[in-house]
């Protein structure tokens, strides 16, 4: 058996217990083939809290033929969406009742204040979970009429089968249920792996998983580096779906490998570069708070962070005096800290990129209005950094930063600001705020993106679908059309009377 490591939380006083092995068959278990482990770090403090056993490939091929063997037995076509239902929220029971507890454990391994990852994160999968726990018993497909006399037709949606669900360490409990809850509801079995950075949550919910009663081999749980679990799961010929949050280049190359395998169905969240733009007719205190929440939340670690804004130039400058007022209030310290409003950067990589960019800012001639000085402290703490004076050509224009930087730009005329807006790869998230509905209507119908905010930004409701376009992704989580991410559509065609003559 694997062993269970006691995490001490300085801040508490208290311990955190936590199991160490691959969860695999409702067991935690060790490698098959390896003695490879995964350090995970306190990314306030630097300092490694725990290590947890790094999956192999053959374990994955394991945890595989556990989840096939549950699909074909134990869950799938084998058990009631009423089953599936009680099972999902008694998960999101659990979760509710430990969230305190899950919360620590995620402020220890990625960061993000505690009071955050309990009511925002947290909160925000037990909805999620009851959401498509309501869904579980409601899978229908459609009578259609082909001829009234002879013939008749049906479709069912089925359960896709065994899916590989590879989830980031920004939101590593959220993601976890973004991923899990559709995927259980219409009947799928799930290898899930969990980001190498943050695996620790994603443990302790498979202790969960067992407490709710799901049968052995359902949810597995697999840490592992992406390129060898990822990469595993992802040409996998037993696998019949691939989901993934992540970078766009990691999902380029999970949909070559899905491609090349079995042509498993693939849904892709990937990056962004989103802007806002501010019209002159806008509330601009509000515009700034929802700018500030677009940039800081999550410590700008989010797909879509809204990293780009344009102003018009009759209130540019004014803007810019009310955002720098409001972006100066927010609190980058310890997650434990309860004053705190964002945490640290969860790596020392991400520390090393974020302030790569920031100083390619002002090499290139952006000029800092807020923040570009780094702290003479332990932790990877990045203050939020703005922009001004930019142009589209910079790379902190272009690229996705991942870390609270902002670049602001300027436009005269509608017709600019949609341009800039849309001048990018990505098409992930849009902003726009204005109190003239009409521009409101026209700009969100011209931003290409696939979820554009009006006068507010980055707020999600579990009934509403979320995905991209250009390189944002392919696919949706959340909502209805979620659902479809994980079922395969059959025809049934059903003759009750006619009579073929043969030969033709």
Known sequence: M?????IPVPALNKEITVSTGLFINNEFVPSVDSSEVIQCFNPATEEIIASVVAGSSKDIDVAVAAARKAFKTSWGKNVTGWERSRLINKLADLIERDA?????????????????ARDFDIGDSIQCLRYYAGWADKITGQTIEVDNISKMAFTRHEP??????IIPWNYPINMWAWKVAPALAVGCTIVMKPSELTPLTALKLSELVIEAGFPPGVINTVPSLGSVGGAALSAHPDVDKIAFTGSTLTGRKIMEAAAKSNLKKVSLELGGKSPQLIFESADLQQAAAWSALGICYNTGQDCTAGSRIYVQDTVYDKFIDVLVSTVKETVIGNGFDQKTGGGPLVSKAQFDRVWGYIDAGKAEGAKVVLGGERRNTKGFFVDPTIFTDVNSDMKIVKEEIFGPVLSIGRFKTEEEAVALANNTTYGLGAGLHSTDA??????????????????????????????????SGIGRELGSYALEEYTSVKAVHWNIGEKLQWPL
Do not use: D
Request: include cysteine; aromatic fraction near 4%.
């Open 2 to 6: 694997a062993h269970t490591v006691k």
């Open 100 to 116: 305190q507890e899950l919360a620590e454990l995620e402020t220890l391994n990625n960061g993000k204040p505690v009071a955050i």
């Open 160 to 165: 896709i089968g065994v899916c590989g669900q």
């Open 438 to 471: 009409s521009q409101c209507m026209r700009v969100s119908g011209l931003l290409e993106a696939g979820t554009v905010w009006v006068n507010s930004y980055n707020l999600l409701s579990n009934n509403v679908p979320f995905g991209g376009k250009k390189q």
